[in-house]
C-alpha cells in the first residue's frame, strides 16, 4: 500500500487587526490582458520581511503522519491560535497544499460541517486552497476557526497516490511557501501596465510585510506562482536594458540574468 507523508510546519501570521484587512492594502501582483517585449508575465508578488509595531497572532500545527489512498485523514492532530485578548475574530483561515499538490486529484474539506454553524468553506481547485470564513462576511471567532481546522481533512481520489503533501494555514488570503518563508498575493487588475503595476506592488504592504513584484528562484516558486494561480500577470523581471537579455530588477535578485532571448532560448543560472 502506498502512502502519502503529510509534513506539517508551525506557521507565524502576521496580522494586526480586522479593520486592517483592506483589499486595497494587498496589492501583490496585477493580472495584465496587455503583452509587451520588455516585461516577462506571470502571477505573484513576493514580500520582504519588516519590523511589526503590533504583536501578531500567531498560529501552531502538528500533525506529521501518513496517508492510505482514497481515505479522509485529518491535516493536524493539534492545532492553536494565540491572538491579543483585545481581538477575538479575523476575516478567516487559508488551508492551502503548497508543495506536492496534485490537481483534481487531491482535496480539502470540512468533515461534519453542521457541528461548525458559523464558518463556511470554500474549494479552489487552482490554488489547492480551503477557506473558512464566515457565511455572513462579518468575522470569524478564533475559537470557531480552531475548531474547524481540527476536523479539516485531506482526501486524494487516486489509488496510487503518493509523495509528499505540505500544507501552510494563513490569516489573509496570501499564499505562503515554506520552502521560501514568503507569502505570494495575486490580485486582479486587468489592463495595468507592468510600469504601473511595480509602482504599486512596491507601494504595498501585507500585513507588516514590504512588497515587490515577484522573483522566481525555485520550483517551488514556479509552481506556486504557474500552476496554482487564478490566471497571468506581471513579475519582476525585464530585458529593457539589453534586448533578449532577461534580468530580475526587484527584489533581492534585481540585477540577476535569468534568461537569455526568446521562448527558445536558456537560463544561464537554472532559475525558473
Known amino acids: 500500500m502506498k502512502s502519502i507523508n503529510f509534513l506539517f510546519i508551525t506557521v507565524f501570521l502576521f496580522a494586526f487587526s480586522i479593520q486592517s484587512y483592506a483589499n486595497e492594502n494587498f496589492v501583490i501582483l496585477y493580472k495584465s490582458s496587455n503583452t509587451s517585449k520588455d516585461t516577462l508575465k506571470s502571477n505573484k508578488k513576493r514580500t520582504e520581511k519588516l519590523s511589526y509595531d503590533v504583536a501578531p497572532p500567531i498560529i501552531r500545527a502538528t500533525g506529521d503522519q501518513l ?15 494565540t491572538h491579543d485578548p483585545a481581538e477575538t475574530a479575523t476575516k478567516g483561515i487559508y488551508i492551502q497544499i503548497s508543495s506536492g499538490y496534485s490537481s483534481g486529484s ?43 481546522v481540527k476536523d479539516v481533512v485531506f482526501s486524494n481520489s487516486s489509488v496510487s497516490a503518493s509523495g509528499t503533501r505540505t500544507f501552510s494555514i494563513t490569516i489573509g ?49 514556479a509552481k506556486l506562482i504557474g500552476e496554482q494561480a487564478s ?32 521562448a527558445s532560448g536558456s537560463t544561464p543560472n537554472f532559475a525558473f
Do not use: M, R
Not at 496517508?67 to 491560535?81: A, G, L, R
Not at 486552497?129 to 468575522?139: D, E, F, R
Not at 521560501?180 to 487588475?189: E, G, I, K
Not at 500577470?233 to 527584489?251: F, H, N, P, R
Open 67 to 81: 496517508y492510505c489512498p482514497q481515505s479522509t485523514t485529518k491535516i493536524v492532530t493539534d492545532f492553536t491560535i
Open 106 to 148: 487531491d482535496l480539502l474539506s470540512l468533515s461534519n460541517p453542521a457541528t461548525h454553524p458559523n464558518v463556511t468553506t470554500s474549494w479552489d481547485v487552482t490554488a489547492g486552497k480551503l477557506s473558512i470564513t464566515n457565511p455572513t462576511g462579518a468575522g470569524v471567532l478564533y475559537s470557531d476557526l480552531v475548531d474547524a
Open 173 to 221: 488570503q496570501a499564499n505562503y511557501l515554506p520552502s521560501t518563508q514568503h507569502y505570494y498575493l495575486f490580485v486582479s487588475s486587468i489592463g495595468i501596465s507592468w510600469t504601473s503595476a511595480k509602482i504599486v506592488a512596491e507601494a504595498s504592504t501585507y500585513y507588516g510585510l514590504k512588497g515587490y513584484l515577484a522573483t522566481i528562484s525555485s520550483a517551488d516558486e
Open 231 to 262: 490566471g497571468t500577470g506581471w513579475i519582476g523581471g525585464s530585458d529593457a536594458e539589453i534586448e533578449g537579455v532577461w534580468k530580475w530588477v526587484t527584489g533581492p535578485e534585481a540585477g540577476t540574468v535569468f534568461w537569455n532571448g526568446t
